[in-house]
């Protein structure tokens, strides 16, 4: 899709599925099962997409779905789908991870930014070794400190190696990435 000087296509990490109950919250299943089915164990079917955008020369990426960073165990309990991934799918769009200038989370559940890296010799390394990571400040102060109810969703190796690689640029409230495309954290009740 074109809009004036900005390009976007919408690329998917896949699916995965996450307890029906714990997303929907105080809405009876009634109401959200006729939307969303769960599966044996209440688990709902959830996809994780990412943008890609081209402006002013540069190659951005919102969101960076699951990664496969993966035990058999968390494999089985998400019923993350099979390959092809992230990563293959912007190569074969001919945006290899070194051609991306900028990656932005809006937040760094493991299911928003989990190819910002993968292992290489044992360590959590960066997959976007040119890109420039960003999140909001508190964002990922939080990350680093969640409460009991989110700690589940925040996993260090992938937001902590890019402080080590320098790769981070924290925005605290809006901000203009570069022209065009603009930051406007979101003002509502945090989880």
Not at 42 to 69: F, H, Q, V, Y
Request: hydrophobic share 40%; proline share 9%.
């Amino acid at each position: 899709m074109k809009l004036g000087d900005l390009e976007f296509w919408l690329i998917t990490d896949g699916t995965f599925r996450l307890d029906g109950g714990a997303m929907f919250g105080v809405i009876p299943k009634p109401m959200w099962e006729r939307i969303s089915p769960p599966d044996t164990r209440n688990r709902i079917l959830m996809a994780m997409n990412s943008l890609l955008i081209r402006a002013a020369g540069k190659w951005i990426l919102i969101e960076t779905g699951a990664g496969d960073k993966w035990d058999a165990k968390r494999t089985e309990i998400y019923s993350f789908d099979a390959p092809p991934r992230l990563p293959e799918k912007l190569i074969a769009r001919g945006v290899p991870p070194e051609k991306i200038d900028i990656v932005i989370n809006t937040h760094l559940h493991f299911d928003h930014c989990g190819w910002n890296t993968r292992m290489v010799n044992g360590a959590a390394v960066p997959v976007f070794p040119n890109a420039q990571y960003i999140v909001q400040r508190g964002e990922l102060e939080h990350a680093k400190d969640p409460s009991d109810r989110d700690r589940a969703s925040y996993f260090p190796e992938n937001y902590a190696p890019m402080e080590k690689s320098g790769q981070w640029l924290l925005f605290e409230g809006d901000a203009e990435v570069i022209p065009g495309v603009e930051l406007i954290p979101h003002a509502g009740p945090q989880p």
